[in-house]
T-cell receptor
Framework: RKEVEQDPGPFNVPEGATVAFNCTYS??????FFWYRQDCRKEPKLLMS???SGNEDGRFTAQLNRASQYISLLIRDSKLSDSATYLC????????????FGKGTHLIIQP | DAGVIQSPRHEVTEMGQEVTLRCKPI?????LFWYRQTMMRGLELLIY????????DSGMPEDRFSAKMPNASFSTLKIQPSEPRDSAVYFC?????????????FGPGTRLTVL
């Protein structure tokens, strides 16, 4: 089983719709979770950290389910500018030894 | 702040040649990471430094790869000799504080093509 798994997509979603995707991780010792966004031919940038209680940032909501070992990202009222690849990142600790990136989920928002 | 700076942005070389990629982290950041990204394997951590000291190089694929960080403001990733399968985008990233907990700031990447 891969350490961090994501559905590669692409997810084709009409503008204004709500879209959600998950990321599963295999290491139960994982402590930190993030969603990064990567535009085509650009570098990854942090979208949001994922906290145990779940957290929201505008149209974006991230949740963590430790029991089932997955994190999720929900995007409401999707915009054309949300089109990108979303990378799930999981870390086991303070250093970067257990830092693992998923391969990403490709999202396309259609007008 | 200028952000993480990488050079060159694009590199095309022939198999067997030496390639040197350069990175200047954000001032004040004490962690520096080198990643490689391909369609097949995604983003892979190659090596990371803390306070200029290499901490974990288990992601470095072969002895052909080496990385140095002579000071807090400069790091290099060298491939010698290069092979076509090394073709990828190489990212450098830096962060302040605990490398596994905090936001990583990525450079624009170096797109390497080995013919």
């Amino acid at each position: 089983r891969k350490e961090v798994e994501q559905d590669p997509g692409p997810f084709n979603v009409p503008e204004g719709a709500t879209v959600a995707f998950n990321c599963t991780y295999s290491n139960s010792a994982s402590q930190s979770f993030f969603w990064y966004r990567q535009d085509c031919r650009k570098e990854p940038k942090l979208l949001m950290s994922v906290y145990s209680s779940g957290n929201e940032d505008g149209r974006f909501t991230a949740q963590l389910n430790r029991a089932s070992q997955y994190i999720s990202l929900l995007i409401r009222d999707s915009k054309l500018s949300d089109s990108a690849t979303y990378l799930c990142v999981v870390s086991t600790g303070g250093g970067a030894d257990g830092l693992t990136f998923g391969k990403g989920t490709h999202l396309i928002i259609q007008p | 702040d200028a952000g993480v700076i990488q050079s060159p942005r694009h590199e095309v070389t022939e198999m067997g040649q030496e390639v040197t990629l350069r990175c200047k982290p954000i001032s004040g950041h004490d962690y520096l990471f080198w990643y490689r990204q391909t369609m097949m394997r995604g983003l892979e951590l190659l090596i990371y430094f803390n306070n200029n000291v290499p901490i974990d190089d288990s992601g470095m694929p072969e002895d052909r790869f080496s990385a140095k960080m002579p000071n807090a403001s400069f790091s290099t990733l060298k491939i010698q000799p290069s092979e076509p399968r090394d073709s990828a985008v190489y990212f450098c990233a830096s962060t302040r504080g605990s490398g596994g907990y905090n936001e990583q700031f990525f450079g624009p990447g170096t797109r390497l093509t080995v013919l």
